[in-house]
């Protein structure tokens, strides 16, 4: 899943960075609340951290307008003690959550998953397709009779496919989604994980594939008998 976190406090923003990606997000990170507005209507997240307090804009403000132009990505507010009248007009804005500063990290992953279910209508940590789920908090791949554990972007790439089964996504979409706006990477490197990840469910004996679409991308399906 790809996030965008907005936040000033330039250690507290690379901290959460930490955090997030050592727990399989991929994330763009801003400082202010002009850039954050520019990223949100400029690309496709699945959920946004958004400080309140922020040069430029503040993030009520940003909340507001990406509301008024239609985007319904999840917003987590981070807010002070003292912010209360703020963190009630953000959620009467639209605001899907927020926490408390400071906050612990299970609470914080704890809330940007319950946010990221309840858009994509998933009611546990469990995605099945198939044969094949997936634990999205232990980021364990496995079928009836076999297991294994998938690196970040392996995670991420899957979990992708699988949110979107039947879906193709072009590798442009998937690279932006998983590498980020602004990663240095090769496109190819989404076929090389592509190719990785073939392997992975053959190994486990998964009846899922992952097909090419011609000028369309890569889908997942179920293998034909």
Sequence with gaps: MKL???EDEIELS???VEILKHNNYS?????????AYDYIISDDYDAIILDIMMPGIDGITVLKKIREKGITTPVLFLTAKSEI?????????GADDYVTKPFSTKELLARIRAITRRINDIPDNIISIGNIKL???????????????????EYQLMETL???????LSTEKLMEKIWGYDSDAEINVVWSYICCLRKKLTSINSN???????????ALE????
């Design 85 to 93: 009248e703020d963190r009630v007009t953000g959620l009467d804005f």
């Design 4 to 6: 965008l976190i907005a």
């Design 162 to 168: 699988m949110l979107n089964y039947n879906k193709p």
């Design 14 to 16: 690379n901290a959460l």
């Design 135 to 153: 634990d999205r908090a232990k980021f364990i791949l496995y079928s009836d009779s076999e297991s294994l554990r998938l690196a970040n972007k």
């Design 222 to 225: 179920i293998k034909n008998d």
């Design 27 to 35: 994330i763009d990170a801003v400082y202010d609340g002009n850039d």
């Design 208 to 218: 899922l594939n992952i097909k090419v679409m011609r000028n369309l991308g890569y």
